[in-house]
Structures are given as structure tokens and as C-alpha cells.
């Protein structure tokens, strides 16, 4: 039904395919519970108001004029050289999904592995022992400190959060568009029009480097393979399977970083603007005339023989950046938990990155609960909502259909444990969006001033269902999470705009209205219109 991919073929014949970190730690008003020594170090250079430690910037420093830096200097000199000499004592590694903190089966995040011994998932685990020492008083004011700084790599919404994401690698390892920091937006008209509630919000993870929220798991996955390329790791490239999002951040960050990309697309099963970004970035892209998840199960086997690096969500550490989006929440409500945050679902891996940032904002004492998650699926590749409706009896993957939320349309989810796993654990809820829902939605969200994409359109169906079932109150504090931006959607909008859906009755739909080019004619078209305007608000 994504009917923007007939207009250009996907299958492009005509295309040629073209040591530890050093710490940076200064704290000049502790306000830890316990305060490690090898952590702080104050230098005259830390000491100026670059802030590009840890701590966070004292009154003196915050109001005291920025030295611009020598011209010869750019800013990951700079951060370079406002490092300190000492370690930091913070790490991670891949254990087994699920596993406990003493497990012994584990690996070095510069190993190249993606599934355990048992061929399960992996996760990325942090020594939260190390992360504890410091309060979550201190870690929210670090945070807090690193937002709207150009400091590298801190400027990015997820290198900001660097000790809980990837603690041991290099900044200058780091590819970063300084992502993150997305717009958590008060949808005021929506939330009183449609739901009659007054706390809703839409965080904007779409408005992002590519348009959606992949950016955040891309600059992780690509600076580790960064990094990997400089320990002379046989990574020759990265690969992904897409339905269009993964493939236009890998391609970017890759070409960002000069290193090769693949991407595997469904054939005809993509936006045209989803479709460009990969061959605009330079990336080599294989039309393949399958599914997602055909797709999937090829990169899979491809990336097991060949030395090209996996970024599919089904490597954890994409996961690691994805999670930063939940503390970025906590963090813009002044670290007060909404009550709910939806989110739509795909692959699945997106579900579990907010619960892994949530539950680790509480286990760090940043915060003292965790929102309840609702993961939201297109009717068409529901195999998770299919799965919560037996009461987590029986997985079945399922053969994913035709969507205009093109991007979740797939059947068998490489993380659908991880989902389980967070849902069951948050008290979370499952719910799907037929076809016309998820386009009324958007089109509903669109006409209160948003441009949303239709896997938003899934989410706010679901939210819309749980207001209308009572489960959502009007009061509550609810974040929907808009996944991509709108404008890659924009055939799937004309479609329903013109009424040219079959067996919908696209009642929002707000077609043009075609005039004569004169006076009176354009007259009686607005003299109609508004008569039938609502009037202004008394
Ligand atoms: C725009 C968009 N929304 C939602 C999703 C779902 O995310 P996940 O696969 O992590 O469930 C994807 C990708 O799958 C996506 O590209
Ligand atoms: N929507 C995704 C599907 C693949 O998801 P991933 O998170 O596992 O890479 C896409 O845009 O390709």
C-alpha cells in the first residue's frame, strides 16, 4: 500500500552502486555520596568555563565569557585537550539477554558478536557498581549541565549520557551529528480536541539528522566500528537490512566517517525519500525482491561470512543509544515520570531501549519509578499485540502485510524477547491500528499542526484506544513517541488527502480546491469557506 514506492522502482537497475578513554571527571562542589579520587582532577585548562568535564559548570564559569578556541584548533582538539590524564572506572560488556550480573559468559564490546553461545540476544551490560558510586543527584546535574553545549561530544543527546552508553571509547572515535536532544512537544490542541486531555506530549524523535529516531543507535553502532577500524578489526563495512529508516542513518554516519555501507531493501516496500537518502550517502544498496524480514535473514547470513558489521537492532549496542531518548524525557520533564509513554513497534527494539533507559534512570536513583510502556503495531505485522493478546501463550511469527506504517511492516521481530521482557516488567500494554485508523490519526494530528509519520499515526490510534477504554485518564501525563519525520511519508498523504485510498473514506482528508484564475470566482470559493469557518476562539 505504500504506493510512493511504484512511482520510482526500487530496483534501480539503472543505479551503479557507487586504550581506554581518558577521564574527564572534575567535581568542585561534591555532591556525591562517595566521590572516587581517580575521577576528579581540576587542571587550569578544566578549569575555564569550557566545561569539557564532568562536572557541572560553577556559577563564575557559567556567567565568565567564552575563550574562543585558537584558529588552528577544532572542537575535538579542544575536548582533547581539556582531558585529564586519570582513568575512569566505568565499563560494559555483551552478556546474554537476561542474563545476571555475575554471568560468566560475556564478551569485550570490541569483539564482533551478536547472538550468545545459546544463540540468544545479547545485551549491553554497565558496572552499575561503578555507575552507583555517584548519586543520581550527580548524574542528573551532569546531564543537565551538557544540554544545548557545542562541547564534543557532548553537544549530541546521546553523547551527553557517554558514561551510560559507550564509557570506554575515545571521543576521538566518536561520529556524532549531535543527535538527540529531539523537541518533546505540548499537544495542547490534539490532547483537548480529540482525547479531552490536558498533559500530552509528542516527543520529536524524527526531527533528527535523517528523520528518525535510528540516528540515535547509528552514532553509537558506527563510532564502535569507528573504533574497531582503528584497532585494525576486519571490518570492511557495515550492513543493514531496512524498511528505510536504519539504512538512511547507516549510510549517513558512515559516510560521515568514510566507512563503506550495504544496505538490503525490500524492493517497491519503501518511501522514494527513505529510498534516496542511502544512494544519496553513498551507500551500496541492494533493491532485493523480498520482504523486511527476507531482507533480515539474508543480511543475517551475509554478515556471518563476510566481514562486513552488523547494524541491525539485533546488535545491542544500537540499543545503547536508542535508550537515551527515555532519559532525554525524564530529563525535559525536570525529572518528572510521565505516566505513559507509547511507542510503535517494529523490530522491536526500540520498545526495550526505553525501558532499558527508564529502569536505568531508577536503578541510578535519577528518578524513583518508571512509566508504564504501551508498544502500538499496524493491524497488518502485529505478531507482538497477536502474542499479548494469547497472554504471552505462543510467538508465532506472522507474514507482515501491506502498510502505509511501512517501516514497522514486519512479521517476525528480531527482538521480540526484549520486548516481553520490558513490557511484562512495566506493566505495559500492547495494542494495533488498522489501516484507517492510523491514517485518520495522523491526518487528525496533521490538522492541529503537526506533520507526523503513519507509524505516529499508530501510536496515537493506541492512545486514542486506551482513552476511549478509560485505561488512560484525561490527567494523565502521556508521551507518544513520533518515530520519523513526516515529510518522508508525504505520498501516503497525498493519497489520503486526495481520497484515492480504496475502502477508506479518509474523513479528514483536506483536498485542494481548483478555481479559475479570477476575481469573482476565487471570491465565491472564500466567501463559502468562510461561512463555514469556525469562529474565533470569544
Ligand atoms: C519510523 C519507525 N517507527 C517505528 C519503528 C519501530 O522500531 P523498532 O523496530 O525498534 O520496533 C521503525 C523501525 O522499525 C521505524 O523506522
Ligand atoms: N524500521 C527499521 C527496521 C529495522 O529495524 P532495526 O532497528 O532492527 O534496524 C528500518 O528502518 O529499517
Redesign the pocket.
Known amino acids: 500500500m505504500a504506493s510512493s514506492s511504484s512511482l520510482f522502482n526500487t530496483s534501480l537497475s539503472s543505479f551503479e552502486p557507487k586504550p581506554k578513554p581518558k577521564p574527564f571527571y572534575r567535581n568542585p562542589n561534591p555532591i556525591t555520596k562517595h566521590r572516587p579520587s581517580t575521577l576528579i582532577t581540576c587542571t587550569s585548562s578544566t578549569a575555564n568555563n569550557n566545561n569539557n568535564n564532568n562536572s557541572p559548570p560553577s556559577a563564575a564559569a557559567a556567567t565568565a565569557p567564552k575563550l574562543r578556541r585558537a584558529v588552528d584548533e577544532n572542537i575535538r582538539d579542544e575536548a582533547r585537550r581539556h582531558r585529564s590524564a586519570s582513568s575512569n572506572d566505568f565499563s560494559a560488556k555483551y552478556v546474554p539477554f537476561n542474563a545476571g550480573f555475575d554471568s560468566a559468559e560475556w564478551y569485550s564490546l570490541d569483539e564482533v558478536v551478536y547472538r550468545s553461545r545459546s544463540g540468544g540476544l545479547l545485551d549491553v551490560q554497565h558496572d552499575l557498581a561503578a555507575l552507583k558510586k555517584f548519586d543520581g543527584a550527580y548524574w542528573r546535574r551532569l546531564f543537565d549541565s551538557r544540554v544545548g553545549k557545542t562541547t564534543w561530544p557532548y553537544g549530541s543527546g546521546v553523547w551527553s549520557k557517554k558514561e551510560w552508553v559507550l564509557p570506554e571509547i575515545d571521543d576521538d572515535d566518536i561520529v556524532s551529528a549531535f543527535e538527540g536532544n529531539s523537541n518533546l512537544f505540548w499537544a495542547e490542541r490534539f490532547g483537548k480536541q480529540f482525547l479531552g486531555m490536558n498533559d500530552l506530549w509528542v516527543k520529536h524523535c ?1 526531527i533528527s539528522h535523517t528523520g ?3 540516528d540515535l543507535g547509528m552514532t553509537v553502532l558506527v563510532s564502535q566500528v569507528n573504533r574497531l577500524r582503528k584497532l585494525k578489526r576486519p571490518v570492511v563495512g557495515v550492513g543493514c537490512a ?5 539504512s538512511a542513518a547507516l549510510s549517513a554516519y558512515c559516510a560521515s566517517a568514510g566507512i563503506p555501507s550495504i544496505v538490503f531493501l525490500p524492493a517497491n516496500k519503501i518511501s522514494m525519500a527513505q529510498l534516496v537518502q542511502p544512494i544519496a550517502n553513498g551507500a551500496f544498496v541492494l533493491s532485493i525482491d523480498t520482504d523486511f524480514d527476507g531482507c533480515m535473514k539474508l543480511i543475517r547470513e551475509i554478515t556471518a561470512e563476510l566481514p562486513i558489521y552488523l547494524a541491525n ?1 539485533l546488535n545491542s549496542l544500537r540499543l545503547e543509544g ?1 535508550k537515551t531518548a527515555a532519559i532525554e524525557i525524564l530529563q525535559q520533564f525536570d525529572w518528572e515520570v510521565p505516566d505513559w509513554v507509547v ?11 526505553f525501558y532499558k533507559g527508564f529502569k536505568m534512570c531508577q536503578e541510578l536513583g535519577l528518578v524513583d519509578k518508571i512509566p508504564r510502556l504501551v ?1 502500538a503495531q499496524a493491524a497488518n505485522a502485529n505478531p507482538l499485540y497477536l502474542y499479548y493478546k494469547s497472554n504471552w501463550k505462543e510467538f508465532k511469527a506472522v507474514k507482515a502485510n501491506s502498510t502505509f ?1 511501512s ?2 511492516q ?1 512479521g517476525d ?1 528480531v ?1 521480540i524477547d526484549r ?1 516481553v521482557f520490558a513490557l511484562q516488567n512495566c506493566n505495559g500494554i500492547v495494542e494495533e491500528a488498522t489501516e484507517e485508523e492510523l491514517m485518520d490519526a495522523m491526518a487528525q494530528a496533521d490538522s492541529t499542526g503537526m506533520f507526523i ?1 503513519p ?2 499515526g ?1 501510536a496515537l490510534t493506541a492512545l486514542i484506544k486506551l482513552r476511549n477504554s478509560g485505561v488512560i485518564g484525561p490527567s494523565d501525563r502521556t508521551v507518544v513517541v513520533s ?2 519525520h513526516g515529510l ?1 511519508f508525504t505520498q501516503s498523504k497525498i493519497d489520503y488527502h486526495s481520497k484515492a485510498i480504496p475502502d477508506m473514506a479518509c474523513r479528514f482528508a483536506n483536498p485542494p480546491v481548483e478555481v479559475k484564475a479570477n476575481f469573482g470566482a476565487v471570491m465565491d470559493v472564500l466567501k463559502d469557506f468562510l461561512n463555514k469557518a469556525p469562529k474565533s476562539r470569544a
Open positions: 524524527g528518525s529516531f535510528k531496512s524498511t528505510g529508516d536504519t537492532s536508542q511507542v510503535p513497534g517494529g523490530n522491536l527494539g526500540n520498545i526495550y531501549a508498544c506504517a517501516a514497522i514486519i521481530p527482538s520486548a509519520c507509524h505516529t499508530v518515530t520519523a518522508k
